[in-house]
């Protein structure tokens, strides 16, 4: 069973740095794309940041000068760091992996953390 767990949450001022980490574990092959959503309750669930494999990076408009995503090279590890976070960046930030293959053989559509949520107030 392949299992995604996200870490790094936290209450921050506006204008400070957070920095989330993602690992997806489960004796898998490999991971097609990595990314990181965010949720504000009584909204849809948006896309913050994603990889496709290791350097295929896509950024929503919102964050792109602020955030940076990272994945290293052949690693099931996502990163993102967040700079002059604002208050609109409050959310529960969920990490999702996609198009999963196990060495077993099985293959996974996409695996969804629990979330982590990020406060930004002063």
């Known amino acids: 069973q392949v299992q995604v767990v996200e870490s790094g949450g936290g209450s921050v001022q506006p204008g400070g740095s957070l920095r989330l980490s993602c690992e997806a574990s489960?004796?898998?092959?490999?991971?097609?794309?990595m990314g990181w959503y965010r949720q504000v309750a009584g909204k849809e669930r948006e896309l913050v940041a994603s990889?496709?494999?290791?350097?295929?990076?896509q950024y929503a408009d919102s964050v792109k000068e602020r955030f940076k995503v990272s994945r290293p090279y052949a690693k099931n590890t996502l990163y993102l760091q967040m700079n002059d976070l604002k208050p609109e960046d409050t959310a529960v930030y969920y990490c999702?992996?996609?198009?999963?293959?196990?060495?077993?053989?099985?293959?996974?559509?996409?695996?969804w953390g629990q979330g982590t949520l990020v406060t930004v107030s002063s």
């Open positions: 990889v496709r494999r290791w350097e295929e990076t």
């Open positions: 489960g004796s898998i092959f490999s991971v097609e794309v």
């Open positions: 999702v992996a996609q198009d999963i293959y196990r060495i077993a053989g099985d293959r996974y559509d996409e695996v």
